[in-house]
């Protein structure tokens, strides 16, 4: 009885989620230059590459960025795959998370195409060709406006948050009225929850809140991207 495996209860794909999270995030520890490959940078940084796309759904800020992420995936993933199957886990956490992907990217080209209106040729030119190198060395331009434009070019994101919420949304459609709290104290209902989630990153991406280093845009694009495949799933009766 004592000698039960604790980790026995959680399903192969997310125990698999869980453990290269966490060995990538030793592994960037002690690699730091590990960031510059796997994280996901715009579409028009010289630091992109397609396969950012999936790498960055690894990588992770800090350790609280990891537990939190990886918290979340054992509580909501080992369900949802438990009800699912693998294949279809699998299958969902990755449409999500790429597809968040794709939806923050597609939010990043929009302002960069508003900051690039009020540029010259020149600026832009000195930014795409030097801007990566000179936030490197921590630096970055005096002028405003190409200070701004450097860090929506080349700063990354990374971690595994547009799958996550896309699986809280899953839970909260599948299940609810499952009873979740709120710091371990206050009972809400999971649609309830999924519903204030959904509406707070939307509204923090547009407002674009300054200083908090979240890409909101991920998170509300894993929720987008999980419902639509969700409702053809349903359309089919696949769920």
Known sequence: M??????????PVVKYLLLVNVVMFIVAMFVP???????LYSFRSP?????QLVTHMFMHGGFWHLFFNMFSLYMFGRVLE??????RFFIYYFVAGIGGALF????????????????????????????????MQGKNYAMPELGKLNLVLNI???GASGAIYGLLLAFGIMFPNVEM????????????MVIAFVVIELLLGILNAQGDNVAHFAHFGGMLIGFILLMIWRKKGEV
């Open 47 to 51: 630091l992109f590459k397609p396969v």
């Open 2 to 11: 004592f000698n039960r495996n604790p980790f026995s209860d959680i399903p």
């Open 156 to 158: 990354p994101c990374v």
């Open 33 to 39: 230059v590990l960031d510059s490959y796997c994280a």
């Open 181 to 192: 709290y709120i710091y371990f104290a206050i009972p809400v209902k999971a649609k309830w």
């Open 82 to 87: 438990s009800y699912w199957g693998s294949k």
């Open 104 to 135: 923050y990217l597609l939010v990043k080209e929009i302002e960069i195409q508003v900051l690039m209106s009020s540029m010259s040729p020149e600026a832009i030119e000195e930014v795409m060709r030097n801007g990566a190198d000179i936030l």
